[in-house]
C-alpha cells in the first residue's frame, strides 16, 4: 500500500519564499506550517495554498521543528525550510519512492545551496546530505540552539534528486546571519567550556584556523570553480568563524556569556 507523505516546515514571515517551497510540493498528500507570528503575508499564502496552518511560539530551531513534525499525520514526513524547494527529480523520486514498499525508514537528501543566487557545487557545500524524509516517529531534530541536525534510529538511505537552498540572496543577508549564529554558536562553545583561555589557542582558534579553512576549502576543495559567489562564500565563511571563536574567547575570559550574544 503507497505511503501517505505530510511535508513539514516552519515560518516567520516568510512571504518572499514560501510561494515557491509550497509550489514545489504540490504532489505531497499534506503540508504543515508551524508559524511562530508572521506579520507578513505568511498566513495568507500558506492558506491559499491549501496548506494546515498552525501557529505556536517560537521555541528554537529544534524545537520548533520537531512541533511541527508532530502535526503531520502522513505515513512519511519531508521536513523542509521555507526557503527550500523540491526540484522536480526529487518530486519524482520521493513519489515513485513511496508508491513501492521502501527499503529504508529514512532518507538523506542531497541539498545544492545558492549563494548570491549562484548554486555551489565544489568547496565542500555539494552534496550537502541532510536527513529530511523519514517514516512518521523514526525521526526527529536533536534540540540545540543554532545548526540543528535530524537524527533517526535506523539506517537511511540516500536520495539523489537535489533539494534546493535559497539561502542567501543577497550580501546583507549572509552578513546578518552571520552575526547572529556566530553569537548563538559562540554561547554554545561557552556553555560547554570548550572554550581555552590562553593566547596560544585565542590565535589559534580566531586567525590561523580560519585562514586554513579558506584555504582548504577554496583551493584544495575547488571552491573557485564556483567563481565570484565562491569567493565570498568562502572568504565570509572564515570570518564567521573568526568571529565565532572572538566572541566566545572574550566571554570566556569575562566568566560569562552575555557578550557572545552582541
Known sequence: MPGTLSVAIITLNEAANLPRTLASVRFAGEIVVLDSGSTDETAEIVQSAGARLFEEPWKGFARQKNAAIAHASGDWVL???????????????????????????????P????????????GGYWPDLKLRLFRRGVARFVDRPVNETMQAGCPAGRLRGALVHHCYPTLSDYVEHMNRYSSMSAEMLVRSGRVSRSLPAFW???FANPAATFFCNYFLR?????????????????VYIHWEMVKAWHAASRGGREDAQK
Do not use: T
Open 79 to 109: 521536513s523542509l525550510d521555507a526557503d527550500e524547494e523540491v526540484s522536480p527529480e526529487l518530486a519524482r523520486e520521493i513519489e515513485s519512492l513511496l508508491a513501492g514498499d521502501p527499503p529504508f525508514s529514512a532518507y538523506r537528501v
Open 111 to 122: 541539498r545544492l545551496n545558492h549563494f548570491l543566487g549562484r548554486p555551489l557545487r565544489h
Open 204 to 206: 589559534w582558534n580566531a
Open 222 to 238: 575547488l571552491g573557485f570553480l564556483d567563481g565570484r559567489a565562491g569567493l565570498l562564500q568562502h572568504a565570509n565563511h572564515a
